[in-house]
């Protein structure tokens, strides 16, 4: 016998509801993210708000994991994703194409703004887009007769995803820690950031690796050995780091100069959420592979992408043995993500997204700014809607987390940072919300000085 349990019945009801979850529901990286931590399950979603089955609803200044960047209740997209699933729910694209998947890739291709970077390759989640990112590095320069180029080349504190060979390319430990061993032909560089400031000062004052560190790191591996460089172009996970400028430059010509593919990883940069389409567009400089994910299904579509160079691409074609990739999901491109990620990006467009996000994430940073004079407020950072405030302890931060939660606003911890990434259709009265909030609590959370 089953028991059907239903938001709308009451007290009781969230009860066994809540019941449930601890009993049957294993949540990702738990035990901290479970919804344990005041019974968070959460039942609809409007605008910018989402509610819970016990009835309060809150600002999602984090947009679910990063990923809701058109908020919530979107008929537009919900539309295009029944419409599809009528018409054909998915077919394979090992032996066949759709038209959603076509159109989809033919609009990414659009958006790169640079007509090379044109070919693209779909899985369901940003892990297994970084994941493929590396096979088709590896498998391109064996095809090019260079099949001793096997090693990836990563930034310590970067997070490309929890597989196994993406938990490899990072040194974050929750990421890697009991899941060992990890595949090999992985290195690490220092990341351009600061991370043990004891000083009170804002780190842009700190001295931090450049890229300098990539080029040791690369010398050392042995750069014919180096298959790709992965970057993320806002260290998002480590608690939000814009690359500096003139970094990615560097990086650009260091993999010109030694032969190594670029790979950004704009799972949480792509599709505006930096105020621009693409992260690497504030840094002038293309890419060989670029991945995309959250914005682009925008919680709406399971869908992550793999876009590549046209002259990666034609070694594939070219290839006599198998005449392509060896490499593939049977879902992959699923036709109604890709009809849902093309109603998502219609409306980024529709309702100037992008800009939008690099307005009203300038508004939130100034705003936010202004707690750098509070003691415990160690830095500010971030670009377009993806922002942190740094607490000078882990503690702090929790506090501050915790109390926005009670406020109403759903903010994410990442360390002693508190990261705000809200949804891109998020106000200016919604962006003064956020940083009341945050203020309010940081003022509370150093009321003990
Ligand atoms: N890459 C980056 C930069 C991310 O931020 C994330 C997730 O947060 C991933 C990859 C992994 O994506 P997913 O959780 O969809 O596998």
């Known amino acids: 016998m089953s028991t059907q349990i239903h938001p709308q019945q009451g ?6 509801l809540i019941g449930a979850d601890r009993e049957f529901l294993w949540h990702s990286w ?24 016990d009835g309060r609803t809150f600002l999602d200044a984090r947009a679910g994991m990063f990923n809701a960047t058109l908020g919530y209740g979107r008929t537009d997209v919900v539309d295009a994703m029944h419409a ?50 590396v096979k088709v590095a590896r498998q391109f320069h064996a095809l090019n007769g260079d099949a001793g ?48 400031c004891a000083a009170r000062r804002p780190h842009r004052t700190c001295e931090v690796p450049g890229p300098e560190a990539i080029e040791q790191a690369l010398l050392a ?3 014919e050995t180096v298959a790709a460089i992965v970057l993320e172009p806002v260290l998002g996970v480590a608690g939000v780091w814009p690359l500096p400028a003139g970094y990615l430059r560097r990086v650009r010509e260091l993999c010109d100069e030694y032969g190594v593919l670029l790979v950004l990883d704009e799972v949480m940069t792509g599709i505006g959420r930096t105020g621009a389409w693409f992260g690497y567009q504030h840094h002038v400089i293309t890419p ?6 959250k914005g682009l299904g925008a919680a709406y579509a399971t869908i992550s992408s793999v876009t ?48 939008g996000a690099a307005r009203t994430g300038a508004l939130l940073l100034e705003r936010l700014s202004k707690l750098r004079e509070l003691p415990e407020v160690h830095d500010v950072r971030g670009v377009g809607l993806l922002l942190a405030v740094e607490f000078t302890t882990l503690e702090q931060a929790a506090r501050v987390e915790e109390a926005m939660a009670v406020d109403g606003v759903l903010a994410r911890l990442q360390g002693a940072a508190v990261t705000l990434a809200p949804p891109l259709v998020l106000t200016s009265e919604q962006a003064g919300r956020i940083a009341d909030c945050l203020e309010r609590a940081a003022l509370a959370a150093g009321g003990d000085r």
């Open 149 to 196: 180029r096997r090693t990836i080349l990563t930034l310590a504190d970067g997070y490309h995803g929890s597989t196994l060979a993406t938990a490899a390319m990072s040194q974050i430990p929750a990421a890697r820690d009991g899941s060992e061993p990890l595949p090999a032909g992985f290195v690490h560089a220092a990341s351009p950031r600061c991370a043990q």
């Open 30 to 53: 738990s035990p901290s993210g479970t919804a344990g931590r005041a019974g968070m399950v959460v039942t609809g979603g409007r605008g910018c708000e989402v509610t819970t089955a």
């Open 11 to 16: 007290v009781a009801g969230v009860a066994r």
């Open 221 to 223: 591996a042995g750069p």
């Open 308 to 355: 590549v160079r046209q002259s990666v691409f034609e070694a594939f074609a070219a290839d006599p043995l198998l005449g392509g990739l060896r490499h593939g999901f049977t879902t992959g491109g699923h036709a109604v993500a890709c009809a849902g990620a093309l109603a998502v990006l219609d409306a980024v467009e529709r309702e100037d997204l992008v800009a």
């Open 84 to 133: 599809q699933a009528l018409q054909l729910p998915t077919y394979t694209l090992t032996q066949a194409a759709t038209v959603p998947a076509i159109e989809l890739a033919r609009r990414i291709a659009g958006l790169t703004g640079e007509p090379d970077l044109s070919r693209t390759f779909f899985c369901h989640s940003g892990s297994e887009a970084n994941e493929t990112a």
């Open 288 to 293: 060989d592979i670029v991945t995309l994910c």
